[in-house]
Nanobody
Framework: QVQLVESGGGLVPPGGSLTLSCVVS????????VAWFRQAPGKVREGVSS????????DVVDDVKGRFTISSDKEKATVYLAMNRLKPEDPAVYYC?????????????????WGQGTQVTVSS
């Protein structure tokens, strides 16, 4: 049974930084993808970034490129999302998701397993 537990959300001022963590359990090998999605009030859930645990290939959407970085620590079974230069449009509930390979794009429909989400708020 795959489980994902996010942490690290909070309140930061515009321009600030925050790192989210997602502890992943239940996979028996590295043939899976972990992704971060976010959902703001009244908006659809959207993909932010992903990492292929088999080959460490990463993907990031244009809106956060250059500001957000995804990484993993396989010994700790943890995936991180380092968020820098946070903007007023970044606040949302951030979700960690994971699914076995293959994955066809950073889309909600592609991911089978989800965490409970962690709130990120950007405000002065």
């Amino acid at each position: 049974q795959v489980q994902l537990v996010e942490s690290g959300g909070g309140l930061v001022p515009p321009g600030g930084s925050l790192t989210l963590s997602c502890v992943v359990s239940g996979f028996t090998d590295d043939d899976y993808v972990v992704a971060w999605f976010r959902q703001a009030p009244g908006k659809v859930r959207e993909g932010v970034s992903s990492i292929n645990m088999a080959d460490d290939f990463t993907d990031v959407v244009d809106d956060v490129k250059g500001r957000f970085t995804i990484s993993s620590d396989k010994e700790k079974a943890t995936v991180y999302l380092a968020m820098n230069r946070l903007k007023p449009e970044d606040p949302a509930v951030y979700y960690c998701a994971a699914t076995p390979l293959p994955v066809l794009g950073l889309r909600v429909s592609q991911f089978k397993n989800w965490g409970q989400g962690t709130q990120v708020t950007v405000s002065s």
